[in-house]
């Protein structure tokens, strides 16, 4: 049977391939750009014949019509391995959970299906090429793990032009038709995310990076209007011969490349190729995707490994936080209890910049923020509040940068990182932070700063 014939002979509707989830499974939606739309609407319409259907996803784009339709959870309860802002907003309603992870270790969960159960794993893709694959384009992630754990496969092809890029590996990103149990074509929207806009202060913490990279350095950004502004200065300065391994692809990569800056010619392993587990931003970047040699993306096992990190010189990771205390203790995920995101790989790449040759880890916040009574809170608190989650543990703390400098934790007693935050700081929170180390017991009066 060719290729196409065995296409059209698993080819159904959104409707007719639901009909294979039964009460009690448990479903897995693809990551971010992934996830359905077509399957996830015909799911959603069986809710009243349904019980006890549980979701895992990662990254939600948009509120999942089965959150929608059951705003009780009588029938769907969703889990969650990184939030969105959709998810966030979902979690705050009680409509999601969320799943703790380092992401390195996603595709392992799967892979020892002692932990993962898959009935039904359900992807959007891109239309099939003539050897009989399937693109998992913007989200390859944890793809393969999950849909060779699963014990039914359904792709939802999207019909779209233009469509979903390409996105050429590396490894684990496509899905052969003979691992396909249903092909579903529905066209629906490729997800644009916009930049978001720097602020001041992201400038000015984006200059005091930028200052602290080599030529030749192999960087990993985040999302966000600060690492978009380093890209943007990067761009528009001397440095030269740039790599890339990073888990998102983001728009400050393209800009690096058209200005001459991404080569990747320096780099320890994939030598010549940008590496990355998933991407999202504007269309260009999407389109620079598409069938492009010089980007190779891998599943996050790979891409986030501390030791391929920093089997490249120079590994720089740039990623936010929401508070840091005086130990050197980082939360990026949560504010007190509240759950914002997840630890995503930002453990990941801090641990392999700290093991790479020259390799710096950036953890950037602003020093304050006004809370909703008009009050000016410092980011560098004495100690996490009550509940909140630590990221990266003081241990693996190395240069923590607001924008009144960089702090440089590594190797450092307690004093002296307390000394070096503090210097940081807000001046006009200064000291009240240390009156606190000194209730600590980490700030002595013959401490200057």
């Known amino acids: 049977m060719s290729y196409y014939a065995e296409y059209r002979s698993k080819l159904v509707t959104a409707e007719e391939a639901v ?18 739309y077509a399957l996830d609407k015909a799911l959603a319409a069986r809710k009243d014949e349904l019980k006890d259907i549980k979701l895992r996803h990662c990254l939600s784009l948009r509120v999942p019509e089965v959150c929608k339709v059951d705003p009780n959870r009588e029938t769907f309860f969703f889990s969650n391995w990184h939030f969105s802002g959709a998810d966030r907003k979902l979690h705050d309603q009680g409509l999601m959970n969320y799943i703790p992870m380092i992401f390195r270790n996603k595709p392992l969960f799967y892979r020892k299906s ?65 691992e396909v149990d249903y092909i579903v074509e529905a066209e629906s929207p490729v997800e644009v995310i916009p930049p978001a806009t720097p602020t001041e202060i992201d400038k000015k913490i984006a200059e005091l990076i ?176 009550q509940g909140s989650i630590v990221t990266v543990p003081r241990t693996q703390a190395h240069l923590i940068v607001t924008e009144y400098g960089i702090a440089d934790l590594a190797g450092r007693n307690t004093w002296e990182r307390a000394e070096r935050l503090i210097n940081i700081a807000h001046p006009d929170l200064r000291d009240g932070l240390i009156k606190e180390a000194e209730k600590l017991g980490i700030w002595k009066k013959s401490n200057k700063l």
């Open 19 to 36: 009909k294979v989830v039964k009460d009690g499974d448990w479903i897995d939606y693809g990551f971010g750009h992934t996830n359905p």
């Open 210 to 385: 930028v200052e602290q990279i080599p030529n030749g350095a192999c960087i990993q950004l985040g999302i966000g209007g600060m690492p978009n502004v380093v890209g943007t200065l990067i761009a528009e300065s001397d440095l030269k011969d740039l790599g890339c391994q990073t888990e998102m692809l983001v728009d400050a990569y393209y800009h690096l490349y058209q200005a001459g800056k991404l080569t990747n010619k320096h780099k320890g392993i994939d030598k010549g190729k940008a590496t990355y587990a998933f991407a999202a931003g504007s269309q260009f970047l999407y389109d620079w995707m598409d069938n492009n040699p010089t980007l190779a993306t891998y599943a996050v096992d790979y891409t986030n490994n501390p030791y391929n990190i920093a089997a490249n010189d120079n590994a720089v990771a740039i990623n936010n936080c929401v508070e840091v205390d005086l130990y050197g203790q980082i939360s990026s995920e949560s504010s007190g209890p509240r759950h914002i995101s997840g630890t995503g790989g930002q453990l990941d790449f801090t641990t392999g910049a700290y093991m790479s040759k020259g390799g710096k880890a950036f953890i950037c916040c602003t020093s304050s923020f006004t809370d909703k009574q008009g009050n000016l809170k410092s980011r560098i608190v004495p100690l996490l509040p």
């Open 114 to 178: 002692i932990y993962m159960d898959v009935d039904v794993a359900m992807f959007r893709v891109t239309p099939m090429n003539k050897h009989g694959y399937f693109n998992l384009h913007c989200g390859v992630a944890a793809g393969r793990a999950i849909i060779e754990n699963a014990k039914k496969v359904i792709v939802e092809v999207n019909t779209k032009t233009p469509g979903l890029p390409w996105a050429m590996g590396g490894r684990e990103e496509c899905i052969h038709i003979s």
